[in-house]
């Protein structure tokens, strides 16, 4: 946990600067797209790389990073050893990093920035989903509680440590607007993470982000619905039956099985979420396009000046996926399984959290000197939410000589 050298910038230039040569973007852009000769530039000035976009060094950087490393072994909904066919953090997020892209190159906007804001959108995430976020959130209240958003943003600018001249990845301003305000404005107060680095960067909390974050939080959406419903079929948290009278969902299923009759499991899971993710898709592009010939925004700075977002599915198709939501809700979610699995989660959660701040020793030696500085809860809160599944139950057999099955 030692800080980076001083955490002085390489190079006396000022904040917010892209340094050498400036890669341009591959394809012509709408005039609407955040454009690489426009950034804002990093925190700590470096020289750019002669081969890459800043954006597309972003995406590098946050791939190399060990918190997205770490995704790979963190719960999405199963615990890791429920089985090697589910969904993890990182496998999740790769799928929307591909949805972003393409919708990206649709729209004629930065596929490199759309991509590096998906990957990212979940790299402050707990151990064990959002039952986790939730104990997390719930035993560090009296301290500023848990938003994975936020601890996202102290993962890239703060505890990330590559580089000797700077803490974080030194992101541009453009991911970072991106990773901590994809879902929208932050209304005040901001979570402390976010508050502070907004003091010394303004990140314009109360205005929408640029088109490319407003694309991968809709991508998100679109990933993780679909993606619950192979690995809840997969599950046998609910059945095929109980899918074709799903909201959505269902009138795709129903045309599988008129098209093709019976089919293994994996081949109706494969032919069904191509037609709901296609009509997903498709119904957002159009949806988008109405919305932008209707504002005509002519830079990216217009496109952060609407009051509301641009990219946006239907009206009609966002009461379909509420209820569509609201099916995975009651059938997945909370299904007795998942509900028992997760009730035990958030006991290790709270009792790591407690034992480590009664005594920091337990800490691995560098996070317990941090301690010795006082605050003791904002480090155990980072070394636990930086922990994987498996990390977390390993500590926890080794702080209470206990083991824990999920």
Same mark, same amino acid.
């Given at each position: 946990m030692a800080s980076a050298k001083g955490s002085v910038p390489p190079n006396s230039a000022p904040a917010g600067r892209l340094l050498g040569p400036v890669v341009p973007?591959?394809?012509p852009l709408a005039p609407y797209? @955040?454009?690489v000769m426009d950034s804002r530039g990093r925190f700590y000035p470096e020289d750019e790389s002669a081969t890459r976009t800043c954006y597309s060094r972003d995406r590098d950087r $946050? $791939? #190399?990073s060990t918190a997205f490393r770490r995704l790979k072994h963190k719960t999405q909904v199963f615990v890791e050893h429920e089985g090697d066919y589910y969904r993890t953090r990182l496998t999740h997020s790769l799928e929307v990093a591909q949805l972003a892209r393409s919708l990206a190159r649709s729209l004629k906007v930065d596929e490199d920035l759309a991509e590096t804001v998906a990957l990212a959108h979940d790299l402050g995430h707990t151990p064990f989903g959002h039952a986790g976020e939730d104990a997390l959130a719930a035993v560090t209240a009296d301290i500023g509680g848990f938003d994975h958003?936020? #601890?996202a943003l102290r993962l890239v600018t703060k505890l990330e440590h590559r580089y000797a001249d700077f803490d974080g990845l030194n992101l541009t301003w453009e991911t970072l607007e991106g990773l901590v305000k994809h879902n929208g404005p932050i209304p005040p107060p901001a979570p402390g993470p976010i508050a502070g680095f907004d003091a010394r960067w303004n990140l314009g909390l109360s205005h929408w982000p640029g088109i490319e974050a407003q694309i991968a939080a809709l991508a998100d959406d679109i990933a993780y619905v679909n993606h619950d419903i192979d690995d809840g079929l997969r599950a046998k948290l609910f059945s095929?039956?109980?899918?074709k009278d799903a909201p959505l969902a269902g009138p795709h299923a129903q045309a599988v099985t008129a098209r093709y009759g019976e089919l293994e499991l994996s081949r109706f899971i494969g032919e069904m979420i191509? @037609?709901?993710?296609?009509a997903l898709l498709d119904d957002l592009r159009a949806e988008t396009?109405?919305?932008?010939?209707? @504002?005509?925004?002519d830079t990216a700075a217009a496109m952060r000046g609407l009051p509301h977002a641009v990219v946006a599915l239907s009206g009609p198709m966002q009461k379909e996926l509420r209820a569509l939501k609201a099916f995975l809700f009651t059938h997945m979610y909370q299904h007795p399984r998942v509900i028992a699995s997760m009730t035990r989660a958030k006991a290790v959660i709270t009792d790591l959290f407690e034992a480590f701040c009664a005594d920091p020793k337990l800490l691995p030696p560098d996070w317990a000197r941090q301690c010795e500085k006082g605050g003791a809860g904002g480090m155990v809160r980072d070394y636990i939410a930086g922990m994987t599944d498996t990390y977390a139950l390993a500590e926890y057999a080794r702080v209470f000589r206990t083991k824990i099955e999920l």
């Amino acid at each position: 946990m030692a800080s980076a050298k001083g955490s002085v910038p390489p190079n006396s230039a000022p904040a917010g600067r892209l340094l050498g040569p400036v890669v341009p973007a591959p394809a012509p852009l709408a005039p609407y797209a @955040t454009r690489v000769m426009d950034s804002r530039g990093r925190f700590y000035p470096e020289d750019e790389s002669a081969t890459r976009t800043c954006y597309s060094r972003d995406r590098d950087r $946050i $791939i #190399h990073s060990t918190a997205f490393r770490r995704l790979k072994h963190k719960t999405q909904v199963f615990v890791e050893h429920e089985g090697d066919y589910y969904r993890t953090r990182l496998t999740h997020s790769l799928e929307v990093a591909q949805l972003a892209r393409s919708l990206a190159r649709s729209l004629k906007v930065d596929e490199d920035l759309a991509e590096t804001v998906a990957l990212a959108h979940d790299l402050g995430h707990t151990p064990f989903g959002h039952a986790g976020e939730d104990a997390l959130a719930a035993v560090t209240a009296d301290i500023g509680g848990f938003d994975h958003n936020a #601890h996202a943003l102290r993962l890239v600018t703060k505890l990330e440590h590559r580089y000797a001249d700077f803490d974080g990845l030194n992101l541009t301003w453009e991911t970072l607007e991106g990773l901590v305000k994809h879902n929208g404005p932050i209304p005040p107060p901001a979570p402390g993470p976010i508050a502070g680095f907004d003091a010394r960067w303004n990140l314009g909390l109360s205005h929408w982000p640029g088109i490319e974050a407003q694309i991968a939080a809709l991508a998100d959406d679109i990933a993780y619905v679909n993606h619950d419903i192979d690995d809840g079929l997969r599950a046998k948290l609910f059945s095929i039956a109980d899918l074709k009278d799903a909201p959505l969902a269902g009138p795709h299923a129903q045309a599988v099985t008129a098209r093709y009759g019976e089919l293994e499991l994996s081949r109706f899971i494969g032919e069904m979420i191509r @037609t709901l993710m296609s009509a997903l898709l498709d119904d957002l592009r159009a949806e988008t396009g109405a919305w932008l010939a209707k @504002t005509r925004p002519d830079t990216a700075a217009a496109m952060r000046g609407l009051p509301h977002a641009v990219v946006a599915l239907s009206g009609p198709m966002q009461k379909e996926l509420r209820a569509l939501k609201a099916f995975l809700f009651t059938h997945m979610y909370q299904h007795p399984r998942v509900i028992a699995s997760m009730t035990r989660a958030k006991a290790v959660i709270t009792d790591l959290f407690e034992a480590f701040c009664a005594d920091p020793k337990l800490l691995p030696p560098d996070w317990a000197r941090q301690c010795e500085k006082g605050g003791a809860g904002g480090m155990v809160r980072d070394y636990i939410a930086g922990m994987t599944d498996t990390y977390a139950l390993a500590e926890y057999a080794r702080v209470f000589r206990t083991k824990i099955e999920l």
